[in-house]
């Protein structure tokens, strides 16, 4: 396997589980703080409470992952990169 496949491969891997950490954590925290309400008898608090700090451990990550690939090189290269994909220049009249 060579070394752009490799790397490509990487940042799939990352990207998908960011989506999976996220659903993970929101939901975690959403049904962690519904049992410790039923448990303490505090109706919506430790909820929401633990919703609220999901939805930001979620976009933390988020941030962390595109600050970590923000100065790498993209695997996809640009079409304008493609001389094939060049448009032909534009007739005169």
Avoid: C, W
Avoid at 47 to 71: C, E, H, S, T
């Amino acid at each position: 396997m060579d070394k752009e496949t490799k790397k490509s491969l990487v940042q799939m891997t990352y990207a998908s589980s960011v989506g999976i950490f996220m659903v993970i954590v929101i939901f975690g925290g959403l049904l962690l703080g519904g049992y410790l309400d039923r448990k303490f008898g505090t109706s919506p608090y430790f909820a929401l409470l633990l919703l609220v700090i999901g939805v930001f451990m979620g976009f933390r990550n988020v941030y962390l992952l595109l600050k970590k690939f923000k100065d790498e090189k993209p695997f996809i290269k640009s079409i304008k990169s493609e001389p094939h994909r060049k448009r032909p220049p534009p007739a005169k009249n």
